[in-house]
T-cell receptor, first 118, second 113 residues
């Protein structure tokens, strides 16, 4: 089945440690995104990538890093510089803007990764 | 800049009654509007979208939404709510010229039996 796979689903980290969240998609989408979800704040965009080897900062990029070496993969690293990393992280993908006549930009989401810093 | 407001943090209804979840938006151009649903500790599931055409859009699980350009609203509706509709609902918008989606803060729907 086509879809987006995030791993791990639950992750615990000690303060001062970096951690990498995995996101893989087999939807053949060019664009991929990372969102952070906190209670009562909706989804906030961390980073996004329209194409391989290119990515842009979203609204809350500080303390995070990404790479896009393959079309299928968009891993997110939560660094020790992120002051409040405990959250639910969601990866999504979509067709790139202008790609295809039927592209209306809806996002397809993974099941999320819950990171807890101890 | 584009933005979405969901004025109600929570909506409570009895099973069988109509359900409405409100959403207003702001974009500089023509909007693409979306509704998503999220169950606990899960990702977001797409419900429906408005791109152009009829102002009443039908989606998954019996949900529909009405686009009102003059009021810049896109309220989600269901004629008869089910207990299984209890979840967190998000409205999202993108400008025609910007593929990034902006999400509202979400509305928690509780349907009591």
């Amino acid at each position: 089945d086509g879809g987006i796979t995030q791993s791990p689903k639950y992750l615990f980290r000690k303060e001062g440690q970096n951690v990498t969240l995995s996101c893989e998609q087999n939807l053949n989408h060019d664009a991929m995104y990372w969102y952070r979800q906190d209670p009562g704040q909706g989804l906030r965009l961390i980073y996004y990538s329209q194409i391989v080897n290119d990515f842009q900062k979203g609204d809350i990029a500080e303390g995070y890093s990404v790479s896009r070496e393959k079309k299928e993969s968009f891993p997110l690293t939560v660094t020790s510089a992120q002051k409040n990393p405990t959250a639910f992280y969601l990866c999504a993908s979509s067709m790139r803007a202008g790609q295809g006549d039927s592209n209306t930009g809806e996002l397809f989401f993974g099941e999320g990764s819950r990171l807890t810093v101890l | 800049a584009q933005s979405v407001a969901q004025p109600e943090d929570q909506v409570n209804v009895a099973e069988g009654n109509p359900l409405t979840v409100k959403c207003t938006y702001s974009v500089s151009g023509n909007p693409y509007l979306f509704w998503y649903v999220q169950y606990p500790n899960r990702g977001l599931q797409f419900l429906l979208k408005y791109i152009t055409g009829d102002n009443l859009v039908k989606g998954s699980y019996g949900f529909e939404a009405e686009f009102n350009k003059s009021q810049t609203s896109f309220h989600l509706k269901k004629p008869s709510a089910l207990v299984s509709d209890s979840a967190l609902y998000f409205c999202a918008v993108r400008d025609l010229n910007d593929y990034k989606l902006s999400f509202g803060a979400g509305t928690t729907v509780t349907v009591r039996a």
